[in-house]
């Protein structure tokens, strides 16, 4: 019995099986995009769900999503002034995402997954995650009447899980969701297919056209909402950043919206040192999403998921990266509800602790957005989070949270002050990307596009490091 | 712990043995089993420990070792942080300095 099922989940790692379960489970032919050298044709994949803008909005709407409030944090900014120069210290803006059925931004992609799922005859949705989409494919099967399955990496070789991951797992068996918990491992992606092989229902992946379709609507709210109540759109849009979804949705809608001159600003909490595949490391780290063990490899390896192409882009987007400490994003927890008065999950509030920094810097005339916040509850709580770090030996301590060692301890700043972000060198990341498919690159005109597009390099410039090779 | 048939109950499966995972993981990883737990309706009368099927709220049967009779959900709000508790005091005290 054992030996059969250890045969069975290794199987699909072969390419035509994994081929074949997701051509149905997504119903994308990903081989028609696909050009003969490194590159695809993104434009195309991204219309392949055939949805118009009006049916998204509509959708959302009918399914409990969207037009969330996009609050002025009257409190963070008056903190933010106060370690100012002289007219600097830019307006904080917060979009309420935690308002959006199942209390995360997550609901916008689920709602269009589900539906789409729903309208080609699928019985039920899939989804691999720890986070808050589960919750929102859970809570949006349920709306519209789909069977749900929720795949989670939940607990250690102890069999300990992450508080938050936990409440995720509660969540969607409150929506009626299948929860399966697995766990640390790759073979999540393996499990994964064989669900989806076993059951024949949609693949709702965090990475197909869809899930980034439905965040869309997102950024396109953000401009909106602030032309109407300030004339104008915001200066700067601060994106809790991993998988790269959130990042490309917003900047995808802020586009649509026409908003050209926004600056998209990605923040990552830092947890560099920590392997994400590591059984042992796995419940030394606070944060189970917006990390950078998830939003640095998929910068210049975006395709290594559980689609063949993924539609989540963010370097074709992004105009700045910064990275907080985990520390940092605690900090800006407690100073959202006792300042603002909002209480909201600590992973959430990475584009917040990210945006007092940088809103320093700005002028007090600029608007900056923080773009996202989740809801607040038993185990997705700082004070559920911290005890756990203790419990696995991680140290709490006040000081320069810079100086914190991810996995070691975890340090708070004394004040706002303290507060900092710390740029990733895009450029380098841009560079880098197009020195990996220099190998494959086939010299033709449509490839140097490619990557001219993927990496927002000049076409020189990518020339330039493809013939260097 | 007993469970009745009917009852909804927890299980453990192994999918892969210790050795025998994915290449290329960590070898902490690498040296463990890949376990699946699945929650569901009990096939029959049984004990904690016992190898048993259940079938799953979407209808899937599953075979595992009975893990929870009677699981339930245990996360907290959790204690109060001591070096947390003291930011919103201290971020007052440093607002009006």
Redesign the interface.
């Known amino acids: 019995?054992?030996e059969a099922?250890?045969v069975n989940?290794?199987d699909y790692?072969d390419a035509e099986t994994q081929q074949r379960i997701l051509l149905e489970a997504t119903g994308v032919d990903y081989q028609t995009f696909e050009y003969s050298g490194v590159g695809f044709d993104y434009d195309a994949l991204m219309r392949s769900p055939q949805v118009e803008w009006a049916d998204i909005v509509s959708t959302q709407k009918n399914f409990k999503v969207g037009e969330t409030p996009l609050f002025e944090l009257s409190g963070v900014t008056?903190?933010v002034r106060?370690m100012s120069r002289p007219g600097h210290g830019a307006q904080i803006l917060l979009k309420d995402e935690a308002a959006n059925a199942s209390g995360s931004f997550k609901a916008r992609r689920a709602s269009l997954a589900v539906a789409l799922a729903k309208r080609r005859g699928y019985a039920?949705v899939v989804a691999a995650t720890s986070g808050n989409y589960g919750a929102a494919v859970a809570s949006q099967a349920a709306m519209q009447g789909l069977?749900?399955?929720i795949l989670q990496e939940?607990?250690d070789?102890r069999g300990v899980g992450q508080?938050e991951i936990?409440?995720k797992a509660?969540a969607c068996?409150a929506y009626?969701?299948?929860?399966?918990?697995?766990?640390?491992?790759?073979?999540l992606f393996?499990?994964l297919l064989k669900v989806l092989d076993?059951?024949g229902y949609f693949s709702a992946s965090l990475y197909a056209p869809y899930s980034v379709l439905g965040v869309e609507t997102l950024g396109f709210e953000i401009a909106t909402q602030c032309r109407e109540a300030y004339g104008r759109a915001p200066d700067s849009v601060v994106v809790s950043h991993a998988g790269g979804g959130n990042v490309t949705g917003t900047a995808r809608g802020l586009l649509r919206a026409g908003a050209v001159e926004t600056d998209v600003i990605a923040a990552s909490v830092n947890l560099a040192g920590l392997?994400m595949?590591?059984?042992?490391q796995f419940n030394r780290k606070s944060f189970t999403t917006s990390h950078t063990g998830f939003a640095m490899p998929f910068l210049d390896q975006p395709d290594r998921v559980d689609v063949p192409r993924n539609a989540c882009r963010p370097l074709r987007y992004l105009d700045r990266m910064v990275t907080v400490e985990q520390g940092d994003v605690?900090?800006a927890t407690?100073?959202l509800?006792?300042?603002d008065g909002l209480e909201r999950g600590p992973a959430g509030n990475t584009a917040l602790a990210a945006a007092i920094p940088i809103a320093r810097e700005l002028p007090d005339t600029a608007l900056v957005v923080v773009q996202e916040s989740e809801y607040s509850g038993?185990?997705k709580?700082?004070?559920?989070?911290?005890?756990?770090a203790?419990d696995n030996g991680i140290e709490?301590?006040?000081g320069d949270p810079r100086k914190s060692s991810p996995g070691a301890n975890i340090i708070?700043p004394?004040?706002?002050e303290g507060m900092t972000v710390t740029d990733v060198d895009l450029r380098a990341t841009r560079e880098k990307y197009v020195r990996r498919r220099s190998l494959h690159f086939d010299r033709s005109e449509a490839d140097l596009v490619f990557l001219a597009e993927e990496t927002r390099l000049p076409v020189n410039a990518v020339e330039e490091i493809v013939w260097s090779k | 712990m007993p469970a009745r048939k009917g009852s909804f109950v927890r299980v453990k499966?192994?999918?892969?043995?210790p050795g025998?995972?994915?290449s290329g993981?960590?070898e902490?990883?690498a040296n463990?089993?890949?376990?699946?737990?699945?929650?569901?309706y009990l096939a029959e009368d049984s004990s904690e420990g016992d190898q048993v099927q259940i079938t799953?709220?979407?209808?899937?049967s599953v075979?595992g070792a009975l893990e929870d009779a009677q699981p339930a959900?245990?996360?907290?709000?959790?204690?109060?942080?001591p070096?947390?508790h003291?930011?919103?005091p201290?971020?007052?005290a440093?607002?009006k300095r």
């Open positions: 019995m054992a099922m250890m989940l290794l790692q008056q903190l106060h039920g069977k749900c399955i939940a607990y070789s508080p936990l409440e509660r068996e009626g969701a299948e929860v399966v918990q697995l766990s640390v491992g790759p073979e393996l499990t076993e059951t392997h595949a590591s059984d042992g605690f900090y407690e100073l509800a006792q300042f038993a185990g709580n700082p004070y559920a989070q911290l005890a756990f203790r709490v301590s006040v708070l004394a004040n706002p | 499966c192994l999918l892969l043995e025998n995972r994915k993981i960590p902490d990883t463990v089993a890949y376990e699946m737990r699945v929650a569901g799953t709220v979407t209808g899937r075979n959900y245990t996360h907290t709000f959790g204690p109060i942080d070096v947390l003291e930011v919103g201290r971020v007052k440093w607002l």
